[in-house]
């Protein structure tokens, strides 16, 4: 007996959890959707260890597209993934639970990406325009500003699935659509390639809930203690984020696979320091926004409020604790 507890005192003296902390470590699959700067509180939480911290030992799976990671979801393979609420909404209206818990990005990111030769929006019509797949936020938010435009999508111009923000890059590159939606850093690189900026959809004066934290209700339900945990690491992950540029750059290259100084320079500068506030809550009236254009589609969005798809409590209970305000030293 003496020589075990000897041996868990120098366990804890190193910094190392004693046998009960590793057996209570939960493992958990959460997926992204896209390569771009929306993901970096996942990816700097990921990389700083911040999962492990919070006992969760988290595998981060790549789909590309947010309907996709949406039926992983829906087939109990992922309980919880970083997508935007367009496709929660779409979800929800057709039957399933869904329900954003942090949603931190609240201006769109992206950018319309164009051949040369279109130089207005009038241009667009007879063209291909490459989004990662139908029912993600790109979808969303092409057909929202050719609906603004007057421009009819699908009847004028044609909406390519290309399957990630990558892929729609490529398209562009092999000649195979005029043009894609992409966000930092993509659009840099898109724009060194010699495309041209048709619209930066950061500065069309609209709030609108991207990326976030969601999982089902049904998972929320049966298991409190992770949701916990993984808040706890998410926020402490977009403080680390905010405050840690250079250790952030690093991780959204390694993710998003672009190594050039302007654009990862760029990509923090919007998601990090201009979008992203310190806690996390979605934006009822980005939500709000989405099912308005929505609902001209589907009626059943009209009688939708935006608190419907989101849930706060476990955040306002880090708020209110004060562990938010002790990460930035308040």
């Known amino acids: 007996m003496k020589i075990k507890i000897a041996f868990l005192a120098l366990l804890?003296?190193?910094g190392t959890k004693p046998w009960s902390a590793i057996a209570q470590t939960i493992k958990l699959n959460v997926a992204y959707p896209t390569t771009v700067g929306s993901m970096a509180v996942?990816?700097?939480t990921k990389e700083a260890r911040l999962f492990e911290k919070h006992g969760l030992q988290v595998e981060?799976?790549?789909?590309?597209?947010?309907?996709?990671?949406?039926q992983a979801m829906l087939a109990?393979?992922?309980?919880?993934?970083?997508?935007?609420?367009p496709a929660v909404i779409q979800a929800n209206l057709a039957g399933a639970d869904l329900v954003m818990l942090a949603g931190p990005n609240h201006k769109p990111g992206q950018k319309i990406m164009v051949i040369p030769e279109i130089k207005k929006p009038e241009e667009?019509?007879?063209?291909?325009?490459?989004?990662?797949?139908?029912?993600?936020s790109d979808d969303f938010l092409l057909r929202y500003v050719l609906g603004q435009w007057g421009i009819a999508p699908d009847r004028e111009v044609a909406l390519i699935q290309m399957g990630g923000s990558q892929e729609t890059l490529a398209g562009m590159i092999a000649k195979s659509v005029d043009g894609g939606l992409l966000s930092s850093p993509l659009h840099l690189r898109a724009g060194k390639l010699g495309f041209s900026m048709l619209a930066d959809l950061s500065a069309i004066g609209v709030d609108y809930q991207g990326a976030g934290v969601v999982t089902t209700q049904r998972y929320l339900g049966e298991n409190p203690e992770t949701i916990r945990r993984y808040l706890r690491a998410y926020v402490e992950g977009l403080h680390r984020l905010k405050t840690d540029k250079a250790f952030s750059m690093k991780v959204i290259g390694k993710y998003s696979r672009i190594s050039e100084a302007d654009a990862l320079?760029?990509?923090?500068q919007h998601y990090a320091v201009k979008v992203m506030p310190r806690v996390p809550y979605p934006t009822t009236k980005g939500i709000q926004m989405v099912l308005d254009e929505m609902s001209s589609?589907?009626?059943?969005?009209?009688?939708?409020?935006?608190?419907?798809?989101?849930?706060?409590?476990?955040l306002r209970e880090l708020e209110q604790s004060g562990f938010i305000k002790k990460l930035y030293g308040e």
């Open 60 to 70: 981060l799976i790549y789909i590309g597209g947010s309907s996709k990671v949406v």
């Open 265 to 268: 320079e760029e990509t923090y």
């Open 124 to 136: 667009l019509r007879g063209k291909k325009i490459g989004v990662t797949r139908f029912g993600t």
């Open 12 to 14: 804890l003296a190193c």
């Open 42 to 44: 996942l990816w700097v």
């Open 76 to 85: 109990r393979e992922i309980p919880i993934a970083e997508i935007a609420i």
């Open 297 to 314: 589609r589907n009626p059943k969005a009209k009688s939708l409020q935006p608190g419907s798809f989101i849930d706060v409590a476990n």
